[in-house]
């Protein structure tokens, strides 16, 4: 049972926040390796675990969620900013885009959690809706994972057949 203070949702919400900003670390990293590249990408992923790590332990000392909060909102900010200033070399990199805007309409959605529990006659809340919406990034991105294939296969292709036949 829980009293009024609220002392076993305290590590639910540590732990919950935890497996987000792992999460968030871990589609960042990604992205680098395949935009960057893999060393890069590999480092990003050391410094962002251990900031998260870092920011868990902030709010627990001083029970203060703004770290953890600015961890989660600049994360999915940067995605997008790397995904715009560095070319892909896969086909479906819109979907990247998508899942940014999917995750700020969510965002947007906990918010507004009772004007939009009212607005739409108590049928259901914006918490609720924004579950909806974190649950189709995963799915997005699956299907960008899935269809896609290098830009420039044929070019390349070309290139080292050519090379091939230039020496014969």
Same mark, same amino acid.
């Given at each position: ?26 589609? !960042?990293?990604?992205? %680098?390796? =395949? @935009? *960057?590249?893999?060393? /890069?990408? &590999?480092?990003? #992923?050391?410094? $962002?675990?251990?900031?998260? !790590?870092?920011?868990? %332990?902030? =709010? @627990? *000392?001083?029970?203060? /969620?703004? &770290?953890?909060? #600015?961890?989660? $909102? ?7 900013? %790397? ?86």
């Amino acid at each position: 049972m829980t009293d009024s203070g609220g002392s076993t949702a305290r590590p639910a919400r540590a732990l919950v926040q935890a497996l987000m900003m792992v999460a968030y670390s871990s589609l !960042f990293s990604s992205l %680098v390796v =395949e @935009r *960057i590249g893999q060393r /890069i990408g &590999l480092g990003c #992923m050391c410094a $962002l675990l251990f900031a998260a !790590f870092t920011c868990i %332990v902030y =709010e @627990r *000392i001083y029970d203060d /969620i703004r &770290l953890c909060l #600015m961890f989660q $909102l600049i994360l999915p900010l940067a995605i997008a900013a %790397v995904a715009y200033m560095y070319p892909s070399n896969y086909t479906h990199s819109t979907y990247w885009f998508s899942s940014i805007g999917i995750y700020l309409l969510a965002k947007l959605e906990a918010v507004s959690d009772k004007k939009l529990y009212r607005a739409n006659n108590y049928v259901i809340s914006g918490h609720s809706l924004e579950h909806v919406c974190l649950a189709l990034i995963p799915f997005l991105l699956s299907v960008m994972l899935i269809c896609r294939e290098r830009k420039f296969k044929r070019y390349l292709m070309m290139v080292i057949l050519d090379g091939l036949f230039s020496f014969m």
